[in-house]
């Protein structure tokens, strides 16, 4: 199934979010108002940026092999050229996007180079207010670590703040808490918080369900039961 949207209404960091959250192998088509690019991603992972004059071009190669024969490279410069290519994909704020699953073939010796999570964590750092309201707008929050957080803040590359609110997260601490023993700016630790979720790193504590009404103990409720039949 294609996923589509708007780049004014989907950020990037949501986007990957998804690709990676459904270890997605496919290409995202990204066309701004000047430029077209084609973003091919294994297992989730971004794996090479190319950009193209018209979308159609894309789909004409069904395996990975050609298109680094048209682009003229080897694959041990995969991650070179993703490296000058990416600031130049992340910079574009407008436009729209479509994502392909499946349709391109992947040699298996073939891996991606650098973690999605490492650029999600990089665009995060540029968020806006609004952009981190949409998740991050309740300060009583509570979150508390993924049960697979270590390798995930091993992808992540995270700076030593990143790594000081990530040691406070225990699900018990609010987003208040965290704001007032740091110190932080709070679009900052706003902007951190947005991109432990989107990679994963941390979850909403769930509330635990309040019982409604009270236990009946068993002796209790014979008597209960007795004095209904002698009605």
């Known amino acids: 199934m294609a996923i589509t949207g708007n780049?004014?209404?989907?950020?990037?960091?949501?986007?990957?979010?998804?690709?990676?959250?459904?270890?997605?192998?496919?290409?995202?088509?990204?066309?701004?108002?000047d430029k077209k690019f084609a973003v091919y991603f294994k297992n989730g992972d971004m794996l090479y940026i190319r950009e193209v004059a018209k979308v159609f071009y894309i789909y004409l190669d069904l395996d990975f092999k050609h298109v680094l024969k048209k682009e003229g490279i080897d694959k041990d410069d995969l991650h070179q050229f993703l490296i000058a290519r990416l600031p130049i994909l992340l910079a574009v704020k407008k436009g729209t996007f479509s994502f392909t699953p499946g349709f391109i073939k992947y040699p298996?010796?073939?891996?991606?180079?650098?973690?999605?999570?490492?650029?999600?964590?990089?665009?995060?750092?540029?968020?806006?207010?609004?952009?981190?309201?949409?998740?991050i707008s309740d300060m009583k929050?509570?979150?508390?670590?993924s049960d697979n957080w270590e390798e995930i803040a091993r992808r992540a590359h995270l700076n030593s703040v990143e790594k000081k609110v990530l040691s406070l997260?225990?699900?018990?601490?609010?987003?208040?808490?965290?704001?007032?023993?740091?110190?932080?700016?709070?679009?900052?630790?706003?902007?951190?918080?947005?991109?432990?979720?989107?990679?994963?790193?941390?979850r909403r504590k769930k509330?635990?369900?309040?019982?409604?009404?009270?236990?009946?103990?068993?002796?209790?409720?014979?008597k209960i039961m007795a004095k209904i039949k002698g009605l």
């Open 7 to 33: 780049l004014e209404t989907f950020n990037f960091i949501d986007i990957f979010q998804i690709l990676k959250r459904d270890k997605k192998d496919g290409i995202l088509v990204v066309e701004s108002p």
């Open 108 to 135: 298996p010796d073939i891996e991606p180079s650098i973690p999605i999570e490492k650029i999600m964590m990089y665009l995060s750092r540029q968020l806006t207010q609004e952009e981190v309201d949409r998740k």
């Open 141 to 145: 929050l509570v979150f508390e670590k």
């Open 169 to 202: 997260i225990d699900g018990n601490r609010t987003v208040e808490d965290i704001l007032n023993e740091t110190n932080m700016n709070r679009l900052n630790l706003q902007r951190i918080l947005y991109g432990f979720l989107a990679t994963g790193l941390i």
């Open 207 to 222: 509330q635990k369900k309040r019982k409604i009404g009270f236990a009946l103990t068993k002796n209790l409720l014979n």
